[in-house]
């Protein structure tokens, strides 16, 4: 099917994208990334936008890994960030969930730019970022805005991007020790989380293993941050499940009495439900991928799982 009639714009600078979200301020207007959302909506679901900035901007696809913090521009595919050495050796988590996202053409074409601004309840991304602790970075014609994941997703396709305003990249903090995992129960037709988890789990002390984790030698959980997609119409962190972890062992018991939480924080109400998954059993994949993914953050701070 082709998509309604639009004007086309291509923006080879930040600058030249914001001139243009400003030239047409009263229009209804698109930013394309990969295209992997926008394209098919355009097509398919009624989406016609009268304009469609296309963003060609080299500087947006990068990846600036410093000491204590990595960046990545928006325009960077998951392709690039799942495969990058320096994303997997400092920030895993989310090159775990890049490498989770649909199939090897999407990976190649789509954005984690477009991914968060998309905001698909069930987006692999938002999820990573959310438990990495990572800042949103905005641009705009004053200048410039940072948002807190926790404060930029706020509904099925809302996020905290004002009219104008372009998603330059994300800022995400290196954690400190401990293990990390990205667990994901792909919807069968769409390759969306039907649930998706992503945690990291900060410990004090260090493990020699399984015999020093089932004897709870690899220290105490210092500081835990669990996100869950898919469950609802946005990513949330799941601060019930969090609290549970703190001050344990990164162990078997905490981990089931800490996974028993994952419902809490969300009203039942909410639970999204599909030709595929009710709500009842979508509360019930979300427990039991909380398990899967602190199991897994686990091994890896036992040192027992390669991270990469
Ligand atoms: C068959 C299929 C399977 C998929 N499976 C998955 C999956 O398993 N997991 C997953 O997470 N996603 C999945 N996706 C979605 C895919 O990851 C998209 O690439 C992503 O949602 C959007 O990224 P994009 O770069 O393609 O953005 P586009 O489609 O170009 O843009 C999407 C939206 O974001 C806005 N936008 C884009 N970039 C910016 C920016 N820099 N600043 C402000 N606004 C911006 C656009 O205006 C548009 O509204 C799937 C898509 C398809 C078609």
Redesign the pocket.
Known sequence: MFPAEFDYERAESVSEALEALERYADADV???????????AMKTEGREPDVVVD?DVPALDAVNALDDRTVLG?LTTYATIADSGAVRSTVPLVAEAASE??DLQ?RN???I???L??A?PG???PAAVLASDATILLRNRDGKREVPATDFFRGDGETA?EPGE??AGVRVPHADGGGFAYAKKTHPA????MVGVAAVVETDGGGDGDADRDAGGEGTVSSARVAATGAVDRAVRLPSVEDALVGDPLDSAPIDAAASEARADIDPERLRADASASAEFRGELLEAYVARALETAADRAAGDTPTA
């Open positions: 698109e930013i394309l990334a990969g295209g992997h959302s926008l394209v098919p963003l928006a996202v649909g999407i074409r789509g954005t730019g477009g991914n601004a998309a698909h987006a692999d991304l991007v372009l998603l769409t390759g969306y989380a």
